[in-house]
């Protein structure tokens, strides 16, 4: 649905604000559909001494799978984007700041999925520190550990028994 803002062109000092509900749901990331809850959009448009601006907020639950241990869960995001509106592009404008208004229409639906779907990362874990799977018995090694073996040494370990090598090198003069 587009927005007729021709008026916010026309008007230096006119303002409107933006409060729309979006239905993402069929937008596919990751390989699944994360948007399954409405996507909350707020905002304004502006025009401040001839130049429109608009600035908007986006809130939403993302429902996802973590691609280290496999395991479902949902995450809130809210992000921040501003545009400089125009109803033609001159030359040096191509900008992804820029958006291109014809014939005063904005197509805000379109643009708050592009902005979205571009910020959001290409991986998704359920958090930083997430431990992942066991590669042998495919325990989730955030529930705790398993019996196997650990082939995988605490980077902290690893760092030391790397000190540790480089005191047995025989080049060394001790
Ligand atoms: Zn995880
Ligand atoms: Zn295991």
Same mark, same amino acid.
């Given at each position: 649905m587009k927005m007729n803002i021709r008026q916010l062109f026309d008007l230096v000092g006119e303002r409107r604000t933006i409060s729309q509900r979006f239905d993402f749901r069929e937008e596919e990331l990751y390989g699944r559909y994360p948007f399954q809850s409405p996507v909350e959009c707020s905002g304004e448009i502006e025009n401040r001494a001839g130049v429109v601006r608009l600035v908007f907020c986006v809130k939403f639950s993302l429902d996802l799978v973590c691609d280290r241990c496999l395991e479902p869960f949902v995450r809130d995001e809210e992000l921040h984007f501003a545009h400089i509106l125009v109803q033609k592009l001159d030359s040096? $404008?191509?900008?992804?700041d820029y958006v291109l208004c014809e #014939?005063?229409? !904005?197509d805000l639906d379109e643009l708050v999925r592009t902005d979205v779907l571009l910020e959001l990362p290409s991986k998704v874990l359920?958090? $930083?520190?997430?431990?992942?799977?066991?590669?042998?018995? #495919?325990?989730? !090694?955030?529930?705790g550990s398993c019996k196997c073996e650990k082939k995988e040494i605490d980077p902290r370990l690893a760092v030391l028994s790397q000190l540790l090598d480089s005191e047995d090198n025989p080049a060394d003069p001790e």
């Open positions: 040096g $404008e191509e900008d992804e #014939g005063g229409e !904005l359920c958090s $930083e520190n997430c431990k992942g799977l066991c590669p042998q018995c #495919g325990q989730n !090694l955030n529930f």
